[in-house]
């Protein structure tokens, strides 16, 4: 006869959740406009803050907290933020999630 396990060495509901929600978190990443024409110090700044789905679609917001949109992608987020002389559009990943926390607290 096998013994059970112990109920510490089975994941919590809690940390099941925790996982869960580790496990389909969208990657988050920054738009940003640089302008460097090649005579002055190149210059950037934050435009648009996305959330990159599994699927591949991308949620976009611009920082004027106005403008929200849909994408097929994050790339195509690029062509809406660049095409000036001078202008282009980066994407900047934040770094993939490696903790949970229930609690805002624990979170932050």
């Known amino acids: 006869m096998s013994a059970a396990p112990s109920q510490n060495s089975l994941p919590s509901f809690d940390q099941e959740l925790c996982g869960l929600v580790l496990d389909t978190a969208p990657r988050q990443f920054a ?35 106005q403008t929200r ?27 993939q999630p490696g903790a949970a926390a229930l609690d805002r607290l624990e979170a932050a």
């Open 31 to 65: 738009v940003v406009q640089v302008y460097d024409t090649g005579e002055l110090p190149a210059d950037g700044w934050v435009v648009a803050w996305g959330l990159a789905h599994g699927d591949g679609a991308a949620h976009l917001l611009v920082v004027d907290g």
């Open 69 to 95: 949109m849909t994408l097929a992608s994050p790339e195509r987020a690029l062509r809406l933020f660049a095409g000036r002389p001078g202008l282009s559009a980066r994407l900047v990943w934040l770094a």
